[in-house]
């Protein structure tokens, strides 16, 4: 069954703490991305991976950190320099054709600062 | 810059009735532009997408949606609504520019069908 599969659905993180969210996709495509949802602001993007051991920072990096060491794999690090990360976060993924194709994304995780 | 607007918070519709989620855009060149749909605590999914050709693009789930490019509009709609259609729609563009591939997102606009 192929698809992006988020991991876990539903996370607490104390303040001060660490967390890493999953992201892994068997689509074989090269590009992954990280969004952030809040509510009234759309989606924003977090990170974007092209191609393995390489990554760009998206709109709102700070605080964030990510690492593309497999094709399938693409987990996010949410820092204690993120002042406020309470959020919906989705990871997605494209085709090598990366502007004419649709991206493909995962059921979320949703951060919750307690 | 490359930006998408959804200048609808909410869409109220009655079940049966035509319904039409509005997208405007601003792009540099030829905009590959599309349409999500979220379900609450879900991730986004894909429903149609517009790169060339013919200006009326059919989807899924009996959504369609037309590009006008003098209007620079790509509005969603679908002939006929069911309660089941209520959920958040996003319209998308993707960034050209810059060949990364990311996807810039309106605000999202909420569709309530009511029965």
């Known amino acids: 069954d192929g698809g992006i599969t988020q991991s876990p659905k539903y996370l607490f993180r104390k303040e001060g703490q660490n967390v890493t969210l999953s992201c892994e996709q068997n689509?074989?495509?090269?590009?992954m991305y990280w969004y952030r949802q809040d509510p009234g602001q759309g989606l924003r993007l977090i990170y974007y991976?092209?191609?393995?051991?390489?990554?760009q920072k998206g709109d709102i990096a700070e605080g964030y950190s990510v690492s593309r060491e497999k094709k399938e794999s693409f987990p996010l690090t949410v820092t204690s320099a993120q002042k406020n990360p309470t959020a919906f976060y989705l990871c997605?993924?494209?085709?090598?054709?990366?502007?004419?194709?649709?991206?493909?994304f995962g059921q979320g995780t949703r951060l919750t600062v307690v | 810059a490359q930006s998408v607007a959804q200048p609808e918070d909410q869409v109220n519709v009655a079940e049966g009735n035509p319904l039409t989620v509005k997208c405007t855009y601003s792009?540099?060149?030829?905009?590959?532009l599309f349409w999500y749909v979220q379900y609450p605590n879900r991730g986004l999914q894909f429903l149609l997408k517009?790169?060339?050709?013919?200006?009326l693009v059919k989807g899924s789930y009996g959504f369609e949606a037309e590009f006008n490019k003098s209007q620079t509009s790509f509005h969603l709609k679908k002939p006929s609504a069911l309660v089941s259609d209520s959920a958040l729609y996003f319209c998308?563009?993707?960034?050209?520019?810059?060949?990364?591939?990311?996807?810039?997102f309106g605000q999202g606009t909420t569709l309530q069908v009511k029965p």
């Open positions: 997605a993924s494209s085709m090598s054709d990366r502007t004419r194709t649709e991206a493909f």
């Open positions: 689509l074989n495509h090269d590009a």
């Open positions: 991976s092209q191609i393995v051991n390489d990554f």
């Open positions: 792009v540099s060149g030829n905009p590959y």
């Open positions: 517009y790169i060339t050709g013919d200006n």
């Open positions: 998308a563009v993707r960034d050209k520019a810059g060949n990364t591939g990311k996807l810039i």
